[in-house]
T-cell receptor, first 111, second 111 residues
Framework: SQQGEEDPQALSIQEGENATMNCSYK?????LQWYRQNSGRGLVHLIL?????REKHSGRLRVTLDTSKKSSSLLITASRAADTASYFC???????????FGTGTRLQVFP | DAEITQSPRHKITETGRQVTLACHQT?????MFWYRQDLGHGLRLIHY???????NKGEVSDGYSVSRSNTEDLPLTLESAASSQTSVYFC??????????FGPGTRLTVL
């Protein structure tokens, strides 16, 4: 069963706008990771945030984690057409190295 | 550069045939994973391995098997292919609970 549920399922924006995707999960975690998947390709790791961290930045990406609400958000600032992809959150629990994926958000950025 | 490769990239087979999908990584990672990706389900874990001679079932393991005889390879075998196993299959590797590195995927069609 899926650990993470993402919201929205699909998002369409114009270039230059910010895109926010949310992820909720069910059980305690060691860390939460975000991945991007371009159409027909494998997943690429974007960022990892540990359970004792609240916010993390990487370039135009900002990730927040609220363990009390069991939720995370991914913000992509000043989006580009090349950001068009599906984005997945995935969680790792304390007693395992497995990733449990959410169902993903499809982001479309129009030029 | 280290990488993870999958072969074949596309495969068409018939119901009842045995099929083996190859996965090879040069990251020297102990952890290796097999996922299937279907519309509406995200990525679901089939089997995983934490090291040589170690294999474990994931959430959708029925009809699949793996073996780990060395660090680099984790082949996935469909013992008797079924139409329900038509999917895109991804292999991944990782170092403990850190980011996973994904292969490009194998698109399998079972007729």
């Amino acid at each position: 069963s899926q650990q993470g549920e993402e919201d929205p399922q699909a998002l369409s924006i114009q270039e230059g706008e910010n895109a926010t995707m949310n992820c909720s999960y069910k059980t305690s975690i060691n860390n939460l990771q975000w991945y991007r998947q371009n159409s027909g390709r494998g997943l690429v790791h974007l960022i990892l945030i540990r359970s004792n961290e609240r916010e993390k930045h990487s370039g135009r990406l900002r990730v927040t984690l609220d363990t009390s609400k069991k939720s995370s958000s991914l913000l992509i600032t000043a989006s580009r057409a090349a950001d068009t992809a599906s984005y997945f959150c995935a969680t790792v629990s304390y007693n395992t190295d497995k990733l449990i994926f959410g169902t993903g958000t499809r982001l479309q950025v129009f030029p | 550069d280290a990488e993870i490769t999958q072969s074949p990239r596309h495969k068409i087979t018939e119901t009842g045939r045995q099929v083996t999908l190859a996965c090879h990584q040069t990251w020297n990672h102990n952890n290796m994973f097999w996922y299937r990706q279907d519309l509406g389900h995200g990525l679901r874990l089939i089997h995983y391995s934490y090291g040589v001679q170690d294999t474990n079932k994931g959430e959708v393991s029925d009809g699949y098997s793996v073996s780990r005889s060395n660090t680099e390879d984790l082949p996935l075998t469909l013992e008797s292919a079924a139409s329900s196993q038509t999917s895109v299959y991804f292999c991944a590797s990782s170092d403990r609970r850190n980011e996973q590195f994904f292969g490009p995927g194998t698109r399998l069609t079972v007729l």
